[in-house]
T-cell receptor, first 113, second 114 residues
Framework: AQTVTQSQPEMSVQEAETVTLSCTYDTSENNYYLFWYKQPPSRQMILVIR??????QNATENRFSVNFQKAAKSFSLKISDSQLGDTAMYFCAFLNRDDKIIFGKGTRLHILP | DTGVSQDPRHKITKRGQNVTFRCDPI?????LYWYRQTLGQGPEFLTYFQNEAQLEKSRLLSDRFSAERPKGSFSTLEIQRTEQGDSAMYLC????????????FGPGTRLLVL
């Protein structure tokens, strides 16, 4: 079965610091997509960043970047210069060949002023 | 394009009642997904449509649940004879088959069954 594991249930960092959220996954597929979604307290799920497994280059979106290690099945999210508005639940997600997204249990991130 | 919308945003009902939720996907998106999210968990897949065809249903979707997408645009999710265990956030997402593979989520409908 395909699984996504986020080992950090909760994290807190000071504003302006850099934080890394961990994610590992398990699959026998070779081509797939990985995502990080953000769910602020208002509960709207927002796409943060995506990575295509066949691309070796790590995806970046402004202050957000990933470290994709395909062999290790690891997909961590780095948030640079963290801001108060980054406070949210962050979900790592895997899109399988059946177009179903499998989510991890999430990491609750608190950005402290 | 205003994104995926869901209605209602909140629903409180008594056990045994039927409820229906609506989802309007991003226009031109031909795929529509329903997920359920309980407190402290990630969303879990329930079912999805490509145009009007329901392609897959999760084992989580008991026979009390039914979903439709009659004209390939909006979708409805109905829960019959609600139980307290149905209390959750019901999320809808849409994507384009030939698009960027990402699924875009609506704000969800929070259901509380008393």
């Amino acid at each position: 079965a395909q699984t996504v594991t986020q080992s950090q249930p909760e994290m807190s960092v000071q504003e302006a610091e850099t934080v890394t959220l961990s994610c590992t996954y398990d699959t026998s597929e070779n081509n797939y997509y990985l995502f990080w979604y953000k769910q602020p307290p208002s509960r709207q799920m927002i796409l943060v960043i995506r990575q295509e497994a066949y691309k070796q280059q790590n995806a970046t979106e402004n202050r957000f970047s990933v470290n994709f290690q395909k062999a290790a099945k690891s997909f961590s999210l780095k948030i640079s210069d963290s801001q108060l508005g980054d406070t949210a639940m962050y979900f790592c997600a895997f899109l399988n060949r059946d177009d179903k997204i499998i989510f991890g249990k999430g990491t609750r991130l608190h950005i402290l002023p | 394009d205003t994104g995926v919308s869901q209605d209602p945003r909140h629903k409180i009902t008594k056990r045994g009642q039927n409820v229906t939720f609506r989802c309007d996907p991003i226009s031109e998106h031909n795929r529509l997904y329903w997920y359920r999210q309980t407190l402290g968990q990630g969303p879990e897949f329930l079912t999805y449509f490509q145009n009007e065809a329901q392609l897959e249903k999760s084992r989580l979707l008991s026979d009390r649940f039914s979903a439709e997408r009659p004209k390939g645009s909006f979708s409805t999710l109905e829960i019959q004879r609600t139980e307290q265990g149905d209390s959750a956030m019901y999320l809808c997402a849409s994507s384009h088959l030939a698009g960027d593979t990402a699924q875009y989520f609506g704000p969800g409908t929070r259901l509380l069954v008393l």
